[in-house]
């Protein structure tokens, strides 16, 4: 089974989508199985990450900030905006796709892991995420 799951994004930062997903995995009524989750952009991903503190959001969000600036003078890329190029580097050192196991029709995650959409733009945006869940 596949859904597209349509994603409002505000801008920046990681955007729990843990219980979309967990409700494609209930629908499609698995005991056992895989769940593949992954994002149609270039300038978005997907991490697994903890749900419990807030702090630890924000400090990865500051640390990948940092890491992939704006406005490097090395970036030829620009063509919608300074921020641009550096979502497509954050993009490419995260995942567009994640694998998590089905267990008694679950999703396997651990006790402080939830899925995360990883805006990488400014501007928010509709994000298309694709879930299949198949045995």
């Given at each position: 089974?596949?859904?597209?799951?349509?994603?409002?994004?505000?801008?920046?930062?990681?955007?729990?989508?843990?219980?979309?997903?967990?409700?494609?995995?209930?629908?499609?009524?698995?005991?056992?199985?895989?769940?593949?989750?992954?994002?149609?952009?270039?300038?978005?991903?997907?991490?697994?990450?903890?749900?419990?503190?807030?702090?630890?959001?924000?400090?990865l969000e500051r640390w990948l900030?940092?890491?992939?600036?704006?406005g490097d003078p090395f970036y030829?890329?620009?063509?919608?905006?300074?921020?641009?190029?550096?979502?497509?580097?954050?993009?490419?050192?995260?995942?567009?796709?994640?694998?998590?196991?089905?267990?008694?029709?679950?999703?396997?995650?651990?006790?402080?892991?939830?899925?995360?959409?990883?805006?990488?733009?400014?501007?928010?945006?509709?994000?298309?995420?694709?879930v299949h869940a198949g045995a």
């Amino acid at each position: 089974m596949v859904r597209q799951l349509a994603v409002r994004t505000r801008g920046q930062g990681l955007q729990d989508i843990t219980s979309q997903v967990a409700n494609v995995v209930r629908e499609a009524g698995l005991g056992e199985g895989l769940c593949t989750v992954f994002v149609r952009h270039t300038s978005a991903s997907l991490v697994i990450q903890e749900n419990a503190d807030p702090t630890a959001k924000s400090d990865l969000e500051r640390w990948l900030n940092r890491l992939v600036p704006e406005g490097d003078p090395f970036y030829e890329h620009d063509t919608e905006g300074p921020d641009d190029m550096p979502a497509h580097i954050k993009a490419a050192l995260t995942a567009t796709s994640l694998s998590i196991p089905i267990i008694e029709g679950r999703l396997g995650l651990g006790t402080w892991q939830g899925i995360y959409l990883w805006e990488h733009r400014r501007r928010g945006s509709e994000r298309e995420v694709l879930v299949h869940a198949g045995a």
